[in-house]
């Protein structure tokens, strides 16, 4: 997938014209790219458009007009649009409850070693990469950024929508599974 360049980029006059048109638009397509798994574990996959709007509201939030620091957020996100045979998401482990925050991440210890996330499709498993330095020995992140890099013959699988398509955590603290919707694999199918 091709990534952002600052031309792309809605100079911040003009993005306060079409904000609240652009962030609706958006906002109603990741709904189809959002995945629960479990209870408190959720994905959104992620595609130049998510980015783009990530990148216009932080120029918005920060108000930034410079083009060096346009361009400085702009190559910091562009890290999350998927590569070719990719998709990529951000993970959420999502925990209401302050006193349960740190005990309840502390079980999910380990969730990021490349074994435990995965789509499935009939036998295939194609497993998660974990950007690094989100965790270590001693504690996990509530958020990551992950990939799925996908071979050929798993892609004409998860597009022709002949086999159901999961995606799973197989933790020995937390198990879960959700078969995507057809919404969700058409919209993530035009990522590849």
Known sequence: ?????????????????????FKKRI????????IHIGDIITLVFENRETVKLQIQEMIRVEHIYEE????????????????RNELSATLFIEIIEESKIKPELDKLMGLDNGKCLFFQAGSEKIFAKFEEGHSNASKISAVHYIRFQFSSGQIKTFVDGKEDIFLAIEHPYYRAKTKLSEQTRLALSLDF
């Open 1 to 21: 997938m091709e990534k952002l360049t600052i031309k792309d980029i809605i100079p911040l006059p003009g993005y306060e014209k079409i904000r609240d048109s």
């Open 27 to 34: 906002i109603q397509k990741k709904e189809a790219r959002r």
């Open 68 to 83: 060096e620091k346009i361009q400085n957020e702009i190559d910091i996100y562009n890290a999350l649009i998927p590569d």
